[in-house]
């Protein structure tokens, strides 16, 4: 047996208001003048001043804003690593995101890429990325995906969905202020809060359980139920705990793996560009069968906060669009392997998906 050496975040700034220290967190780091920090920041700020303001730029440091309303893309990454090459002759001296999953996921991939030659679809897999990437900074605007912790950044490629797993993919520095997400809209609050719930229900369920992850997962699944069930929490301590919910899930599923909702989820995503948070949601209330408890909560959970999901997602596709949503989910085999056993292979079927599938 061998163990895997995990690495984590180098720093973390935890508190409300924490962003004001951005420009004394970043200023060491500059390489010289010359080498710019490229913020990378969700265009739902743009114009948006009161966070805006406080990004420190100075001698050719850049902010480049971007639509969330996509996923990451493998050829997203390297338009932006292609632009930031042309535009600065010096490599940056940093990289920093400012949004959520899907712009902290960009934030890394772009550092690697910086420092690793060829394309993004290239690095998609297990331990690929031989150059450590350039100094990067997550600063998470909306909680639950647990990006801001992991080892991974999620890319859409030509061919898979697929993160970029490495020793070199975590942030060096991440800074959690839970005000930064005072204005999310109700239901995205909702998805992507219950990404944090699966994470939590996926690797507490699953045969790779182990005491590390479980003592992660066992901390964010109590904030969930407090924040989204049975707590009174005032605004301000729900989006604190929420915070600390998505960090904990992230490092639950960092020794762990998640589970049927993420493989089957990465399906609808990959064919009909689902986000990862509805997508989970659409997924996981169909999920009895292998989550019972874990589902029921979560019925509970939309109930008490009015969350109508979309139906009938799949109702007019065809043989070829679900046999490669099978086909997506079921090549991603750890998370199987996890949910189900190492039997897996005899219990999920290529018609038990499709069933399942059919239901959404
Ligand atoms: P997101 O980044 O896609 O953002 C969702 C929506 O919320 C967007 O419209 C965005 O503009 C908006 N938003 C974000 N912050 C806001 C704020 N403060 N105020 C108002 N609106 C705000 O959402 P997400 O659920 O955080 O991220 C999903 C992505 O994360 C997916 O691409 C998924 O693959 C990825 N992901 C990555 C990991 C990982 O470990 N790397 C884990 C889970 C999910
Ligand atoms: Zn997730």
Not at 194 to 212: K, P, Q, R, V, W
Not at 247 to 264: K, P, T
Request: aromatic share 10%; hydrophobic share 35%; net charge negative.
């Amino acid at each position: 047996m061998s163990y895997k050496n995990h690495p984590m975040v180098s720093r973390v700034i935890f508190g409300r208001g924490s962003f004001n220290q951005l420009s004394d967190i970043v200023a060491p780091k500059r390489l010289n003048i010359k080498a710019p920090f490229i913020y990378l920041v969700d265009d739902v700020f743009k114009g948006n001043s009161w966070l805006t303001s406080r990004i420190p730029i100075s001698y050719n440091d850049q902010i480049i804003y971007i639509s969330a309303d996509e996923e990451p893309k493998t050829s997203q990454v390297d338009e932006l690593v292609e632009q930031i090459i042309l535009d600065h002759k010096d490599r940056p001296s940093g990289i920093i995101g400012i949004g959520g999953g899907t712009i902290l996921d960009l934030a890394k991939a772009v550092s690697i890429l910086l420092t690793n030659e060829g394309e993004a679809k290239d690095y998609q897999g297990w331990d690929l990325v031989k150059t450590p990437a350039i100094y990067h900074v997550g600063v998470p605007t909306i909680s639950g995906t647990g990006a801001e912790v992991s080892r991974t950044t999620v890319l859409t490629g030509p061919d898979k969905k697929l993160g970029i797993n490495s020793d070199y993919t975590p942030f060096d520095q991440v800074i959690l202020d839970p005000e930064l997400t005072k204005d999310v809209p109700k239901d995205q609050w909702f998805y992507t809060g219950m990404d944090c719930f699966i994470h939590c229900i996926e690797s507490l369920e699953g045969t790779y359980l182990n005491a590390f992850s479980q003592s992660y997962g066992e901390k964010a699944f109590d904030l969930c139920l407090e924040i989204f069930l049975n707590g009174n929490l005032e605004e301000k301590e729900s989006q604190d705990k929420l915070m600390m919910a998505s960090w904990h899930g992230g490092m639950s599923i960092a020794y762990s793996q998640v589970g049927v909702a993420h493989a089957m989820s990465y399906g609808l995503s990959y064919l009909l560009g689902t986000k990862h948070g509805i997508g989970n949601c659409i997924v996981f209330d169909q999920l009895e069968e292998f989550y019972p408890e874990g589902v029921k909560l979560f019925k509970q959970m939309k109930e008490k906060h009015s969350i109508e999901l979309p139906q009938g997602l799949c109702k007019d596709l065809g043989d070829d669009e679900f046999n490669t949503m099978i086909r997506v989910a079921l090549s991603l085999e750890p998370l199987w392997e996890n949910a189900v056993g190492k039997q897996w292979k005899q219990i999920i079927t290529k018609e038990k998906l499709r069933a399942l599938y059919q239901k959404m």
